[in-house]
Structure formats: structure tokens, C-alpha cells
């Protein structure tokens, strides 16, 4: 089961890898950014509702940036974020 929890942090962490090297950054994606590493560290500590949580707002915020300046790797980002989140949820 906890198993589970970092994988889907793994989901969050490579938004943030991917957004950082991949992209200037927007207030709204440093906001992204800021919830993915919480939503990582959540999962490493076992607390799939905590990480939840943090991913759906981290998805927001990435949502946003995209708007703002679409990007390839920020969609990948959205999606394993996506994924983070439906694993959290399991």
C-alpha cells in the first residue's frame, strides 16, 4: 500500500523536474511547484489524502501556467499529476 503513495508523489515530482528545466517560471506555476513538493513529501510520509490534496492543487496551478504559456512538457507534467492524484485516491 505505501507503495502505492510514492508512486503517485513520483507523479508530482516530475512535474516538478519537468516544469523547472522546461520552462520560465510563472507565479503560477512556482505555486504548482510549491504544492507538487508537498504533495511528494506527503507520500513519502504515507499520507495519501495529504498528497491528494496537495496534487489537486498543484494541478491548478499548472493548469494556469499552461494557459498562460502551453508547453509540451507541462502537459506531461499535468498528466502524471493526474495520475498521482487517481493513485492517491485508490
Not at 54 to 77: I, M, S, T, V, Y
Amino acid at each position: 500500500m505505501r507503495r502505492d503513495y510514492l508512486l503517485a508523489a513520483g507523479g508530482a515530482a516530475v512535474l516538478v523536474a519537468l516544469t523547472t528545466v522546461a520552462h520560465g517560471q510563472s507565479r503560477h506555476l512556482e505555486e504548482a511547484i510549491t504544492h507538487a513538493q508537498s504533495a511528494l513529501m506527503q507520500g513519502k510520509q504515507g499520507y495519501p489524502d495529504a498528497l491528494v490534496t496537495r496534487a489537486q492543487e498543484a494541478l491548478k496551478g499548472a493548469g494556469q501556467a499552461r494557459k498562460e504559456a502551453p508547453n509540451k512538457h507541462l502537459d506531461e507534467g499535468i498528466s502524471l499529476l493526474r495520475a498521482a492524484i487517481e493513485q492517491g485516491k485508490q
